[in-house]
């Protein structure tokens, strides 16, 4: 006589999946991992930055507008008007850092959580910018305990 609460027959499970099902059944066999990845998570932020309808570079226009500043800022830099060049590839980061922060959708900008981008983009960006603006010859900024930590680590 069969007992009334024993557990049915064992499900077949023919994917590999690793996480058991809403019901808590097991949807996996076997604890290798699939050879093809059929799905990744999405970075939070990480949807289009236009409707679906739009042309692909709309959709991708913040990603485009840092990418952009990045090229005329390199351009710059080649043409040997180095300071002006950095300035504009660090203020693209910051702009990107920005969108990061105020759009909700940003696109391929968006890489990881919204968090570590903003803090990347930056920290990136305001390191250049600072860089760029201490650079020699007549630098634009100077801080003065640089240079004496300068002096003091090159004592000879």
């Known amino acids: 006589m069969p007992a009334e609460n024993a557990p049915g027959p064992e499900p077949t499970v023919s994917d590999a999946i690793s996480a058991p099902d809403t019901e808590g059944r097991p949807r996996r066999v076997t604890r290798r991992f699939p050879l093809f990845t059929k799905d990744t998570a999405r970075p939070e932020g990480g949807g289009r930055a236009a409707p679906g309808d739009a042309p692909a570079p709309a959709r991708q226009w913040p990603m485009l507008v840092v990418l952009t500043a990045v090229g005329v800022g390199l351009l710059l830099t080649a043409l040997d008007v180095f300071r002006y060049g950095t300035l504009l590839i660090g203020a693209a ?3 990107g850092a920005v969108m990061r922060w105020v759009l909700p959708s940003v696109g391929m900008l968006a890489v990881r959580s919204r968090f570590t981008d ?5 920290v990136l960006g305001m390191a250049i910018v600072l ?3 201490m650079a020699q010859p007549r630098p634009w900024l100077e801080i003065p305990f640089l240079k004496d930590t300068l002096h003091f680590t090159m004592k000879n």
């Open 118 to 122: 903003i803090v990347t983009y930056g």
């Open 93 to 95: 980061l910051l702009a």
């Open 131 to 133: 860089l760029a603006m």
